[in-house]
């Protein structure tokens, strides 16, 4: 009879053998969350940077970043002094008083006569002015000038280095939504996106239930077709699809600039990932399902509605996401199948007019971009729970 011996060694390296590999998996594990956190980060802080600048004051905005945006800011200010008239005399002096701010938390770090040195003296030094006499300027903004003769002075610059505390508001929503017509973009991208999503969603889910569970003839050829028309760029069919389209438009007397057009064209370049993305799912889906409903007497399109429809809702949602934010981001088709007609301008189409116009209000473009991001989170964060499980459709038997 054989015996198996474990030498003293082989007892004493086996539980740090073990420890070792536990070790590279704990690492392993740290890694990959750690690389997660980076790429979460990577694409969180743009967004919180564009949400942070849209809500900031617009002085503020130009001179400092969102990440200083808690944080008291300094600006230079160039301030014109009251004249002469202005005076008071106080026991043998002429006195001018005043604040600097009308703005409540302003504080000057400090301030100058001169614009070749406007960091002359701190808050709260005395300063000789060229013009006469000497002034006192406090933190809180209030001053003092003081002199022995009368005041004959037309007009004196102050040059301020101001510290601003945070300042948030909403105006400048306000603003884009009233004065810059991206409220009316923005009906415009809906009126562009839903039909653009559902007319794509309706023909695919049809098509894929045929290519999964119907069987004719050509129908792999079919589906080899839908795969080759996946790595079709958009620009290359585009303007063959405006051409026929202009033609139909022209041969039937109507206008080629309408909504119609463009559903029609999202409808086609959305097809293609549709039924793919579709078939792949509903050819997952239990055999043993349908051969029950059909051994009952269900027909095709009673299959269809009741039972594959409802098991497909992930892969559904999945598209709907991808089609959303494809076509409410879409800048190209629209130019080209609706154009730059005031009424119809997509929310893409203002933004990029607003970066001609108003390039250097910052204020403008920052709530006007989160404007346009805001919606598409919206759609992503409602059905998330549905996007991994309709991406891996058909992945895995």
Not at 36 to 45: E, F, G, Q, R
Not at 260 to 266: N, Q, Y
Request: aromatic share 12%.
């Amino acid at each position: 009879m054989a015996t198996t011996t474990t030498s003293y060694a082989e007892e004493q390296a086996a539980p740090a053998a073990r420890a070792f590999w536990i070790s590279r998996i704990n690492v392993g594990r740290l890694i990959a969350h750690l690389a997660l956190l980076a790429l979460v980060l990577i694409w969180t802080l743009p967004t919180a940077g564009l949400l942070i600048s849209s809500v900031r004051d617009r002085d503020q905005l130009a001179v400092s970043g969102w990440w200083t945006a808690l944080v008291t800011s300094d600006r230079n200010v160039a301030l014109t002094l009251p004249g002469a008239d202005a005076q008071a005399e106080e026991g043998g002096r002429y006195v001018i008083r005043g604040e600097l701010f009308s703005d409540a938390g302003v504080t000057v770090q400090r301030y100058g006569t001169s614009i070749n040195n406007p960091t002359e003296a701190a808050a709260g030094e005395t300063l000789a002015v060229r013009q006469g006499g000497e002034i006192t300027v406090a933190a809180d903004g209030s001053y003092e000038w003081v002199s022995a003769t009368p005041f004959e002075h037309d007009r004196v610059r102050l040059f301020v280095v101001a510290g601003t505390p945070p300042r948030f508001t909403l105006d400048n929503y306000v603003n884009v939504l009233n004065s810059e017509g991206i409220g009316r973009s923005f009906i415009n991208s809906f009126t562009v996106t839903i039909p653009a999503t559902i007319i794509p969603i309706l023909i695919a889910a049809f098509a894929a239930y045929a290519l999964a569970w119907m069987s004719f003839p050509g129908r792999a050829w079919i589906v080899a077709l839908i795969v080759a028309l996946l790595v079709v760029p958009l620009q290359m069919s585009l303007i063959p699809l405006l051409r026929m389209y202009n033609g139909i438009a022209m041969w039937t007397g109507g206008n080629s600039k309408t909504y119609l057009g463009i559903w029609l064209a999202h409808t086609g370049f959305g097809l293609p990932l549709a039924i793919y993305l579709l078939r792949n799912y509903m050819a997952g889906l239990p055999k043993e399902i349908m051969e029950s409903a059909r051994m009952d007497g269900a027909s095709h399109f009673k299959i269809f509605t009741t039972m594959v429809l409802p098991l497909s809702f992930p892969a559904l949602a999945s598209f709907a996401i991808f089609q959303f934010l494809w076509v409410w981001n879409d800048l190209l088709v629209a130019t080209v199948f609706l154009g730059n007609r005031e009424d119809q301008l997509v929310l893409t189409g203002r933004l990029r007019e607003l970066l001609g116009s108003r390039g250097d209000n910052w204020e403008i473009l920052t709530a006007g971009a989160f404007i346009s991001i805001v919606v598409p989170l919206i759609v992503f964060f409602s059905l998330q729970r549905y996007f991994v499980r309709g991406l891996l459709a058909g992945s895995v038997k």
